[in-house]
């Protein structure tokens, strides 16, 4: 990296002033995490140079031989991991995997069913601003008002009414296990195909430590990063039935030239998802979120659900004030060291650009080294934050203590700093 301290010292600084940011603040957005020295060095290799237009073995430039090695590692470790049939590595991002799916397997007006976004699904699963909105009909399905976990008897009373052509399972803010052997009966029932977005689950999906879809969804979407902890980029997987038309969706289907050097740190991180170690990383942070919701509980925060089954948690900020809102938490909790991220709650009253709640997670803290007994602390600050209501001095306190706390869990990256 030290070139671009001579050649570009503007761009040298924000990107050194975004490692200090990371490396002394805590992250908590559930989406983010922090990738292995492996993984970000693969991402900065000479394979951006590279073209590679087609498949391993059916490219359309010449000089490939080596980054078809480099994807069909990336294909095996990915197939080996997730137990599927056949996997695309191509996609750019979860939502190019969506789009690769809908491309694949949908026409222009066909219904698609998913989760609701303010219920916890996300913007490709049908909302109207997005292309899986306009270019289909979108149906959503949401939790039921009590208990906050998904209505499986209202998926299943939408889903014969509807007919839809394609059922979208999985979430960007459910804290929940997914009951897929359920969503496929109803899939089934009423002629539907069957998708999976897993892409916040990734990480635990692969480790069993959450069930798996494979067996049950014609077809499995992912982001590589979050729980996964690999680039920020996309997967399909499939089965042998459909693996001819995922690939023709993705290229030329969406895309063109793949980015093959963050088709590296897939591998790369497919690689060490797949030893005896990403395992125990996973196992620690489905602790962590169980503790960090029990202390949060404690010190009388409302949890959607009441807690949480996997790496995230909802939180519901209206009982502690009624003019409290997520916008003004997370700005709070930022300038306090603690990088959180607004979201809508279900049946949220507010604006998504306001919200009632937050989201919360702990795959980053875990990758950092933070375990069950570091969540007390780390609710007492980020309580201290809220309680605040704003106060610059004690906001001031809680970021000094967050930073001293953070030097004594470094960063797992590879130094930048001149």
Not at 20 to 45: C, D, F, W, Y
Not at 209 to 219: D, G, K, N
Not at 294 to 300: A, C, D, I, M
Not at 350 to 372: D, F, M, N, W
């Amino acid at each position: 990296m030290n070139p671009i301290e001579s050649t570009d010292p503007a761009l040298w600084q924000a990107i050194s002033d975004e490692q200090k940011r990371q490396e002394t603040t805590l992250e908590m957005i559930a989406s983010e995490n922090h990738v292995s020295p492996a993984v970000l060095a693969a991402a900065g290799t000479v394979l951006t140079n590279k073209y590679a237009e087609g498949y391993p073995g059916r490219r359309y430039y010449g000089g490939c031989q080596f980054v078809d090695v480099v994807e069909n590692l990336a294909r095996q470790r990915a197939t080996e991991l997730f137990r599927c049939a056949h996997v695309n590595v191509q996609p750019h991002s979860g939502s190019q995997a969506n789009q690769a799916v809908f491309l694949a397997a949908l026409s222009p007006g066909d219904t698609i069913m998913g989760l609701h976004l303010d219920h916890g699904g996300h913007l490709t699963h049908g909302k109207s601003v997005n292309l899986s909105g306009k270019w289909f009909r979108p149906v959503h399905y949401t939790v039921d008002a009590k208990t906050e976990r998904i209505d499986m008897a209202e998926v299943r009373r939408l889903a014969h009414e509807h007919k839809p052509k394609l059922i979208i399972t999985g979430a960007s803010a459910y804290s929940r296990l997914w009951d897929w052997a359920a969503f496929a009966e109803i899939a089934q029932e009423t002629g539907a195909l069957l998708m999976a977005d897993i892409a916040h689950i990734a990480g635990l999906v692969a480790t069993g430590l959450h069930p798996s879809p494979i067996p049950y969804a014609q077809f499995v979407t992912t982001t590589t990063h979050k729980t996964l902890r690999g680039p920020r980029a996309g997967m399909v997987m499939t089965n042998a039935d459909w693996a001819k038309k995922i690939d023709s969706a993705v290229f030329p289907g969406l895309q063109g030239g793949p980015l093959m050097h963050i088709i590296a740190a897939k591998a790369a991180a497919f690689g060490e998802a797949l030893k005896p170690q990403f395992k125990q990383y996973c196992e620690q942070i489905i602790k962590n979120a169980r503790v960090l919701a029990e202390e949060l509980t404690r010190r009388g925060y409302r949890l959607v659900s009441g807690g949480t089954d996997n790496h995230l948690m909802l939180i519901d900020l209206r009982p502690r004030g009624e003019n409290l809102t997520g916008v003004l938490v997370e700005t709070w909790l930022q300038t306090a060291g603690i990088i959180v991220n607004k979201n809508m709650i279900p049946f949220d009253p507010r604006k998504p650009a306001e919200t009632s709640g937050i989201r919360v997670g702990t795959p980053a803290l875990t990758t950092r080294g933070l375990k069950e007994s570091h969540m007390s602390q780390v609710a007492d600050w980020f309580d201290r934050a809220v309680a605040s209501q704003g106060d610059a001095r004690i906001l001031e306190h809680v970021r000094a203590d967050v930073a001293h706390f953070t030097a004594a869990f470094p960063l797992p990256h590879i130094t930048v700093s001149p």
